[in-house]
């Protein structure tokens, strides 16, 4: 934290900013300029609250020079951190393809999907057995039902399962089913989830908040892995901003970031990002080619009858289509 | 819901999507244009889901032309809804006042702050027992002993009591001390919670999600009356966007919008909106000045010292400066 | 600025980082920190920029502390600035009312709506004479044959003028006609055009780019007043967010910022923020009630028959009942 | 152009809108539902301005059907535009590479970076002679001298060249000099600057405005190719968001949107969407991945020293590196 005085600030300021900072038990460095002087904070050990210092009297800004997260961080943990699964791993060399349909309809519908993507080189069965939904009066997904079909889907297939868990309590639900627990977009900041989340014996992806920055993104990382859970896998599924030619805005910028501030796997969810099937292949490519780890995408067998986000669901072909190409760019899936 | 036809859409395809409206027993309505041909869908209870069309063939778009809230909606129900409290309510010609610290502290942090809002002009006293923070390492809250200090606070100072619910199970422990359920901001689309709070019997102050569409938050509030309670108070406390000078964007554009949309209160919050101190009371008064049925203004007495958001509390003096100058402008308070 | 280094950063790098800066003929102050070293740069007196140090080995950030703009600074020039006319000033006490129609469209047209602004309280006639549209097909202005219209109508009615430039050499055209020289939002950043606003001899309004941070503005204002003229007035006028309820956010946020900042005054535009004339004069009351100098408002007597923008023009009793409205909160017109 | 009236409309309200359509030659066609009337208006011969009926007793909304553009819209004109250098095309099925310095600061520097971005497979020459600078205190450009330096680099490396032109009539000096006309992306609502580029007999590339939907950007080309100038290259080069991590958030999901909507070709910046080296190659390969035809990319030969935008600039090696990963993945250089 440097706290930058105005530069008209008087002596008696520049002291009472001193003060304060060593009655926290904290070492004030002041840096005299030309201008003004600044005053940096040494020896806190965690993050200092600019709430501190903004309203004492002389003083122009605080500005942090650390950032908050700690576990989350590469400066802590050098190393990638790879998470494995029988024959695979999230976070290492290979690309891994996580598809399925946004909600669980029926087992028919479950295996028919499963049975495509498998055979297209898909690793993970994705499905929503508890969805959270705009409207009070739209479809909610099965609930345990649901996840009972999940579990066929993987004892069936020889697929891995990820389903959300919208609640804490739920989460104790999901994580009896599934491989992945899933924390979705509005959930990104439900500390009472994240906490829950952390306490699960199964490794969690964690979706960035549509509003999230990515420090906010990583602190809410950081909520999972202070409980004791380090497989948390990020997933970047777009930001709100003012366009109007997609659902959300799929941010790559973040990719190089994370992957420079943080060892956990990251990957894309081109689907939730564009909310278009006419531009799911095209940013599942562009998700690939800017180093993420793995994708999620959401297949329907029928997405003109899907009871939920149908116009975002590629076709089996499609998915099939998509993995060829990307095979072709030299992915290893 | 209007299901405009590319140019080149053949008949097939036109009748395909006719079959599809009817086949959900609504009815088509063809518009055959110079350009292009639209189909209107008629007699639908329920907003209709675009995702059905989006991906049939010759189909450039899908427009919503009905709103999906109703029980919200002031076309449902065109008087204003008032929120009776003893001596005054929310939502009629005064403007309430809601004040205090972010979070309860002490007893006589509490006491002090109630003492001076309630002599300026307070109705309603807000402090945060359970607390939402962005760091896992940050203070969380004095909890249930919180609650038994606002309790304290309406005994002795005759202030009603708000406080967040940030939990559906916390919201069980909540309801028995408020006067209002707070939902915050990040759990503006938590559902279970929505609708916990939708089966209490105390009145719910809804925040604006940073990151909401006025759809997507008249829709929240939809959730909390679906399950049966009417008592909901809107609140905008800033969106996030672009800038860097204040924490948020306050949003008054959509002060007017709601009213004219619903008919619930609405009131505004500028101390998180802005996250600074020299920003709130001009917000304040902007606030007032749009038509905001009331204010929820952070107020204490150290914020030096205070343990969460300390630079975006008015001083006690700087709370009664306001008071004096809102009743100045003629706001009946 | 401060230059961050990686905690990692070796000796060399840091001596790097030295040497880069006294290259400059500035000084270094290194920071020893527990965790790591920053770099204090000082002597500088232009702002540094970062660029120079972000590619550097064991560079982590490089945070700028100073703010770039210097002429428009309140740190350079302590009092409010007031730019003044004939019996009143702008930046004073009073509130000044600029209204009028979005484009000259006749005489007739132009003298009935002045006659009704000027007799409700505008001191200032504004309409366009060269129009930045969006489409290349839509009305464009009349351009010259506009201007001498708007000179009729200070000559009749005693009211000063303010229409757009919107390029430099129109504004040799503008200048000649009008008392104050309007920017308009999409040149916010048009640097001849505001080199050569910088050389007129008459005030500049700028309106601030609806993409523009504050600091953005006020480099904006920056180069007109770098090329000597310091009559500039600020206009906050609506950014650009995702919410889709009005055209833009009016930013009242930025008010009490840049009267902090920077000595010019700055007035609001509801009309455009808005695009819709039931949100106009509920924003215009916000606006006076943050603290802005003057209100730019839209008015048309046949908002229905506009060439351009008539969905945000009030009627003239509508801007009637506005300034009735102002008065009574305490206002001086 | 749908105009839907309230609810409560009454038969007069209806017939109102009616005769206004009737006013202006268009046909009306209204579309009684169940709950409120929706009226069509055909035969209109370009897009209506909603303004017309906002304003009227009983609207509800008036909601576009219609795109506003037409000779950019790929309905016009089905074929995709290439546009024919010698030896190559942009729009085509070879990923054409821009490489060069933000600004052109000598001739040595010029000649050392073009030798380098040419052997690794670049087929022009980026580099700025006159440059937007946001401070009126930062470096300008070489002007004239730097278009000459250009000139130079075509004679010498066989490059084709682009560069900036910031005003209308610096076009008449840049389109002497290069074979691509850069308009920046602050200047993309420059009409004037768009008129005088239409009139030009050279390709013209058009930055997207930071700010602007593809609505607007493509509105921009429309300016451009109605002055006959069919020859326009569309650049996605990062919008404005809230995030911190990037200068700005390259938006990819606008490729597939713009190849479906335009027949232009688009050519992705990395360099000015991230701000950032370390982010230039991901994104890049992203770009490259989404579908662009063509990318745009910052090289300096010593980053440290230039004279803007140090920091975005890949070194020479860099590109080479990336270029050989561009074909790697298949694309065709």
């Given amino acids: 934290m440097l706290i930058v005085m105005r530069k008209d600030a008087s002596n008696e300021e520049i002291d ?12 004030a460095k002041p840096i005299p300029g030309g201008e003004r002087t600044a005053i940096g904070i040494l020896r806190n050990t965690q993050p200092v609250d600019p709430a501190i ?8 800004d605080a500005i942090s020079v650390s950032k908050p997260y700690k576990l989350v961080s590469r400066e802590m943990h050098p190393e990638d951190t790879h998470i494995p699964f029988e024959g695979f791993e999230i976070g290492g060399e290979k690309l891994i393809l996580m598809a399925g349909p946004c909600a669980v309809e029926s087992e028919s519908q479950a295996f028919s999907i499963a049975e495509s993507v498998k055979e297209a080189g898909a690793k993970i069965f994705r499905a929503g057995a508890f969805k959270p939904r705009t409207s009070p009066y739209s479809f909610q ?12 889907v993987r004892e069936k297939f020889g697929l891995f399962i990820i389903s959300e868990a919208t609640d804490h309590d739920i989460c104790d639900l999901v994580e009896q089913y599934v491989d992945i627990i899933q924390i979705g977009t509005r959930n990104m900041q439900n500390y009472r989830l994240l906490r829950r989340a ?8 964690l979706k960035r908040g ?16 202070s409980e004791g859970n380090s497989q ?8 709100r901003t003012f366009t109007t030619h997609s659902r959300n805005t799929l941010d790559l910028n973040a990719v190089p970031y994370i992957k420079q501030e943080s060892h956990l796997p990251i990957v894309i969810d081109p689907s939730h990002a564009s909310g278009r099937r006419d531009q799911v292949i095209p940013l599942a490519k ?7 780890h793995g994708l999620l995408i959401e297949v329907h067998n029928q997405p003109e009858k899907a009871m939920s986000d149908g116009p975002q669901s590629l076709l089996p072909e499609q998915f099939k289509e998509l993995v060829k190409q990307l095979k072709e760019m030299g992915f290893k899936i």
């Fill in 53 to 60: 210092f903004l309203g004492m009297p002389g003083v122009r």
């Fill in 141 to 152: 997904g099965l609930g345990e039902k649901g996840l009972e079909i999940l579990a066929k």
């Fill in 286 to 292: 562009a998700g690939a080619a800017v180093g993420a």
């Fill in 232 to 239: 948390v896998i990020l997933c970047e599924r777009g930001i």
């Fill in 198 to 205: 952390g306490q699960a014996k199964k490794p969690v992806l």
């Fill in 16 to 27: 009472a900013v001193i003060k304060k900072i060593e009655s926290f038990g904290w070492q």
């Fill in 210 to 225: 549509m509003w999230a920055t990515v420090d906010e993104f990583l602190m809410a990382a950081e909520y999972i892995m």
